[in-house]
């Protein structure tokens, strides 16, 4: 599957953005999904995740409560929602796909495919 991340731009803290990610394939919801960032000098981590119908989400610590994953299965679309954006917030964001709708993707390691990053800057 081909995935095509957008969304990403500069705002300021306390601000809110809305990343896209649409894939390629018309079997999109046999695919986990998830989000994973990195700043620059950082390893990519973890954001968030998706069950292929979405009943299941997951998040990281640093993110709980602010941003919310969802997908539109109709769409092949996963979006991720961030709200109360700090300045750690701000790195390149990349959607990541497993093939298997009940993977939960955790780790760099559980990803199958890879789209290219969208850049997110939070200003002070």
């Known amino acids: 599957v081909q995935l095509q991340a957008s969304g990403g731009g500069l705002v300021q803290a306390g601000g809110s953005l809305r990343l896209s990610c649409a894939a390629s394939?018309?079997?999109?919801?046999?695919?986990?999904m998830g989000w994973f960032r990195q700043a620059p000098g950082k390893e990519r981590e973890f954001v968030a995740s998706?069950?292929?119908?979405?009943?299941?989400?997951y998040y990281s610590d640093s993110v709980k409560g602010r941003f919310t994953i969802s997908r539109d299965n109709a769409k092949y679309t996963m979006y991720l929602q961030m709200n109360s954006l700090k300045p750690e917030d701000t790195a390149d964001y990349f959607c990541?796909?497993?093939?298997?709708?009940?993977?939960?993707?955790?780790?760099?390691?559980?990803?199958?495919?890879w789209g290219q990053g969208t850049q997110v800057t939070v200003s002070s």
């Open positions: 990541a796909a497993a093939s298997g709708a009940f993977r939960r993707l955790k780790t760099t390691s559980d990803v199958g495919f």
């Open positions: 394939s018309p079997t999109f919801s046999i695919y986990s």
């Open positions: 998706s069950s292929g119908n979405g009943g299941a989400t």
